[in-house]
């Protein structure tokens, strides 16, 4: 029916599949597609999920996941060029600020000029790499880019492409501008991500993000990787959540196979994913209030850090990268000692959760520190896609487990913090308080976990069938999301990774504009991004 | 005086949150404390079983293994970490068959996922909890996994192969 | 009670009668640095290994344990290290600058420190305006950090250098009052008179409420003053990686880093003097026996029983507290501080006039 009303309004549009439909449009219907799934009341797809660049062979394009928060439905647009020499589409950078980042993503793997983006560099590769590897025609060999040893300038001017196809050179920073690295090695960036940083004394004028440091081309190495050889890769993205992006790709795989797992694997599943979601939560306390300067809380934190990783280790057999999901199940059944250490974690946290709230949340110096510093409002973090606690903190209820349920947390009894305020201070307290709301729904897991099956057999080669598949989970720091495309071989024909840590960096220049060096450090630790997932 | 007023409570609001950090952190500071005294407690140190420390070719006590050197391992590793040499070999009977010459596993490309392990169809691998593995260069890490002078054991042998 | 002064006259009599009177005073001077320089290094590295316990225990951690027993020799095996470290020329810094900064700084902190009552008769310099000029020659140090923050042509360097800047001038302010303050209690500026003052009872409880006033605001500025935690933010290593001494290696760093160790020292020393009686033992008018008892303790014991409790608690305030941002640091300074130093100012000229202290 909305589908009839697209076509209707957009003559060009076809539309394919059901359950998510795919509107394909030609490149000069895509932008008035868009504006239309944005602005029309029935549709009101003001998320976008994630968008992917896909090379057909013959053409070039794009695949957009759009969602609306409102209405709940889902919806991908696809539009190609067949130009491989020049491919350029329409921009939509303006309509959703997520697609800033993200069409340059696709102008790095693809070579897509998106005509209208206002900066369209290289985001994560060298400004000299030759070629677009994710292309099927990529020359992957050493001849081509061979390792280089000197380091890559960055320029300070960046183009833009005009609709009609003319180009404008634009600068980044003016000559008198202070800039000021900060990164790849820095001690407040989590890892090496860089920032360059335009002041005025202290007050920050400009943020201009440098990602690709750990880039790994994870997606391309998925393309000829088998799907049970792919999973150790998933734990690697962000390597707080392994447990969750690797249960985000098994339950994709599982959905294309129609594969059931039995409960006892859900359970289990569920209760590793907020075993997980403790350690990274506790990590982010610590971490920030490192950054803020308070070391002996970040002891603390990591203190009982240590206890959550001892229960994974004991079941998984590793502490950071798990490798416990399977495709069908889990690896193993859990460990006699799993439910007994549990129960003694439950009670041993919260005492130590009140003293993290006196000797950091009440502290006068971090309140003020946090309170009213980089708001991020609920539009905003809609628009860039800010998922998790942080998007929950300005007010947007994303949390996938409510949403979407996947696991049982259809069948646990936990509450969604959402604040409004959209401050440092309140996505520091969504966090906090989801450490209590993981205990309380593994106190209802724990001594319900039925018996079974840790795993179901599949067969020795896994192909799965053609389509395209998209499942997310609600990792540590937001919706992370798998999408496969396959055509029925045992490799998937492209894979793609809804990062979540992505969006929270794209958001970082918008959030720190105006404040101060130290709150651009608050800003970063509270939205807690892990750069090999922005990498990937 | 509202903002006099404000100013006052502000201060000591302020001053009672720092004392109640202070007293906090004092009260940790005369605690036991956490700190593992490695390498003097290395007797004690046990790690968990399922703990994944490095890849071992399991062998009994008359030096026996159980690899046919089929290559499913080699294949299925998703980083190229394992590398099989093996030779055809015809026995008394007359039948061919291959033998495993050499198992080399490169310990620092290793990913840990376990498909080796897990697909193996002899159930000849596993992986042990050790964890002191620092050397001094790369090469030392690619270890050869059957030992000198290994043969195959016989189908029907016992199930209790060791490290 | 013992007097040190009887050594020091002795050698002085002993140098005079082997050589003349001016020749005398140049190897005194010269014995005198050499203690000094001594003493300094000594308390510098015990402090850096108390700081290390003391930091670990906050955080659930041993601390150091390996070189020595207890890892006693830890903060030795540094300071060779650190004396050993190449000294990394860098390009595109103003040498002169840039080698000078870390001395002024050293001479600053030295300098002060030699104002120090360690015990009875065990004092470098005094004279009538004595913890004026403690005052004065600990706050050239600053010139030292903005040298170093601009000559390194490094911007972190130089925001640090900026920050410590308007950090020192303003808390420079609080330090001065609240020193005042007692001043005004003791009605002298000799620091020798100013600890023979407390004999009968220590200069807090003689001045009950604007001097323990005066000793709280004088404990955060004289944190402030040492570029410590919470107000560490000239080298505020999450944001800055170190400040103004990013460009700093070898023994440039070390003096740097012996500056600041010492800074803490003379802050808990000038703290222990102005409110605590310096050397003097505790005195409770009328008990004479327990009196008697205090006096058996030797009054070194008592300077640096007193500098170390001081010193524990800036340790602590540090491993408690997050680091201030800027604006909140001289906020706490000029609408906080500043109005109740000030206040207390008056509180304590009224006490004094109408006799009301102790």
Redesign the interface.
């Known amino acids: 029916m909305l589908i009839d009303k697209i076509v209707a309004k957009i003559p060009g549009a076809r539309a394919e599949g059901n359950e998510t439909p795919t509107i394909v449009v030609a490149p000069g219907d895509y932008r008035a597609l868009a504006l239309f799934l944005r602005d029309d009341e029935e549709t009101r797809c003001d998320f976008m999920v994630c968008m992917t660049g896909a090379d057909r062979g013959e053409s070039l394009g794009v695949v957009v996941l759009l969602e609306s928060t409102t209405l709940g439905h889902r919806v991908y647009v696809e539009t190609t060029t067949t130009d491989r020499e020049h491919p350029a589409l329409p921009t939509v950078s303006d309509l959703w600020e997520t697609a800033n980042l993200n069409e340059r993503e696709v102008y790095d793997y693809f070579g897509i000029r998106f005509s209208g983006h206002p900066d369209m560099r290289r985001l994560f590769l060298r400004n000299d790499w030759v070629g677009y590897p994710l292309r099927k025609d990529y020359d992957a060999s050493e001849a081509a880019n061979p390792v280089r040893l000197e380091s890559d300038e960055s320029p300070d001017v960046t183009l833009s492409c005009r609709e009609d196809g003319g180009e404008e050179t634009r600068s980044l920073f003016d000559d008198e501008e202070y800039v000021v690295n900060i990164g790849p090695q820095h001690p407040a960036t989590h890892g090496v991500l860089r920032f360059r940083v335009a002041l005025e004394g202290e007050i920050v004028k400009k943020v201009d993000v440098h990602c690709g440091y750990i880039h790994r081309g994870i997606e391309k190495m998925c393309e000829n990787l088998s799907y049970p050889q792919m999973l150790p890769l998933a734990d690697r993205l962000d390597y707080l959540a392994a447990h969750q992006h690797r249960h985000a790709l098994c339950l994709c795989i599982e959905e294309a196979l129609q594969l059931e797992v039995p409960e006892r694997v859900k359970y289990i599943r569920t209760i590793m994913d907020e075993l997980n979601r403790l350690s990274s939560h506790l990590l982010f306390w610590s971490t920030l209030c490192m950054d803020l300067g308070a070391l002996t809380a970040f002891f603390y934190g990591f203190r009982d850090r240590e206890k959550v990783l001892d229960i994974m280790e004991e079941t998984t057999g590793g502490r950071l990268i798990q490798h416990y999901n399977v495709i069908g199940g889990v690896s193993a059944d859990i460990h006699p000692n799993f439910t007994r250490r549990i129960k003694e974690f439950i009670k041993y946290l919260p005492p130590m959760l009140k003293e993290y709230d006196q000797v950091f949340t009440g502290n006068v110096i971090a309140r003020q520190r946090m309170e009213g510093i980089g708001v991020l409002s609920r539009e905003d973090a809609i628009s860039f896609g800010v998922t998790g606690p942080s998007g929950r903190a300005s007010g947007w209820a994303c949390d996938v487990r409510k949403r979407r349920p996947y696991g049982v947390y259809d069948k646990v009894d936990f509450k969604e913090i959402v604040y409004t305020e959209g401050d440092s201070y309140r996505r520091y307290l969504v966090r906090v308080k989801e450490i209590v709301e993981s205990l309380r729904i593994l106190e209802q897991l724990v001594d319900n976990i039925p018996a079974g099956d840790f795993a179901v057999k599949t067969k020795p080669v896994i192909k799965l069938p053609e389509g395209r598949y998209f499942k997310s989970v609600e990792g540590s720091r937001g919706e992370f999301g798998v999408y496969i495309e396959s055509r029925g071989e045992k490799t998937p024909y492209r894979l793609k990774f809804r990062s979540t840590s992505f969006p929270l960096v794209s958001v970082v220049p918008h959030l720190a504009r105006g404040n101060k060096i130290a709150d651009l450090i608050a800003i970063g630790g509270t939205l807690d991004y892990i750069v090999p997932d922005v990498d990937r | 005086m509202n903002s006099v007023n404000r100013y006052i409570v502000n201060f000591f609001a302020g001053l009672r949150s720092l004392l109640v950090g202070m007293r906090t952190t004092l009260r940790v500071f005369f605690r036991k404390k956490t700190t593992e005294r490695y390498p003097e407690n290395r007797k004690e140190l046990v790690m968990f079983d399922r703990f994944r420390g490095e890849l071992v070719l399991l062998h009994d006590s008359e030096n026996r293994h159980k690899c046919i050197a089929c290559g499913i391992c080699e294949v299925n590793c998703p980083n190229s970490t394992i590398r099989l040499t093996s030779e055809m070999v015809t026995d008394e009977a007359g039948k061919k068959k291959k033998v495993l010459i050499e198992y080399s596993y490169d310990h620092g490309s290793c990913l840990f996922c376990q498909l080796c392990a897990r697909t193996c169809p002899q159930r000849a691998l596993d992986f042990v909890p050790t964890f002191e593995h620092a050397v001094f260069t790369r090469e030392k890490l690619v270890h050869k996994l059957n030992r000198e002078g290994s043969t195959l054991a016989p189908k029907p042998v016992a199930e209790n192969l060791t490290v | 009670m013992f007097d040190f002064s009887v050594i020091t006259q002795w050698i002085d009599q002993l140098l005079r009668g082997v050589m003349p009177d001016a020749a005398a005073l140049v190897v005194e001077c010269v014995l005198i640095g050499l203690a000094l320089l001594l003493g300094y290094a000594v308390i510098a590295l015990a402090l850096i290994y108390v700081e290390r316990k003391v930091?670990?225990?906050?955080?659930?951690?041993?601390g150091p344990n390996r070189v020595g027993p207890f890892g006693l020799l830890q903060s030795v095996a540094d300071m060779i290290k650190m004396l050993i470290k190449e000294i990394i020329e860098i390009k595109h810094v103003d040498r002169f600058l840039f080698g000078l900064a870390p001395y002024i700084v050293i001479i600053a902190s030295v300098a002060a420190f030699s104002c120090l009552p360690f015990a009875k008769g065990l004092q470098v310099l005094d004279f009538n305006v004595g913890i004026f000029f403690l005052v004065a020659v600990s706050s050239i140090g600053i010139v030292g950090i903005l040298l170093a923050g601009w000559a390194s042509n490094n911007?972190?360097s130089l925001?640090g250098a900026?920050?410590s800047g308007a950090q020192m001038i303003s808390y420079e302010l609080s330090i001065g009052l609240s020193i005042l303050t007692m001043v005004v209690l003791s009605g002298t500026l000799q620091i020798t008179e100013l600890v023979e003052g407390q004999a009968d009872g220590w200069f807090l409880f003689k001045g009950h409420l604007p001097a323990l006033i005066a000793f709280v605001v004088y404990l955060v500025a004289g944190t402030a003053e040492t570029n410590r935690?919470?107000f560490?933010?000239p080298e505020?290593?999450?944001?800055?990686?170190a400040g103004y001494h990013t460009e700093y290696s070898g023994m440039h760093f070390g003096f740097f880093y012996l500056a600041e160790y010492l800074n803490m020292f003379i802050v808990a020393g000038v703290a222990a003097t102005l409110f605590l009686g310096g050397w003097m033992p505790l005195h409770v008018p009328g008990w004479e026996g327990f009196n008697e008892v205090m006096d058996y303790i030797p009054s070194l014991l008592w300077f640096l029983g007193k500098v170390g409790v001081m010193i524990f608690v800036i340790m602590?305030?540090k491993?408690?507290?997050?680091?201030?941002?800027?604006?909140?640091l001289l906020r706490l300074e000029w609408?906080?501080l500043l109005p109740i130093n000030l206040l207390n100012l008056l509180l304590m000229v009224v006490v004094v006039v109408y006799k009301l202290h102790f």
């Open positions: 930091c670990a225990w906050f955080q659930c951690r041993l911007k972190y925001i900026m920050r935690g919470p560490d933010l505020a290593d999450s944001e800055l990686t602590w305030f491993w408690t507290f997050p680091r201030l941002r800027i604006d909140q609408k906080y």
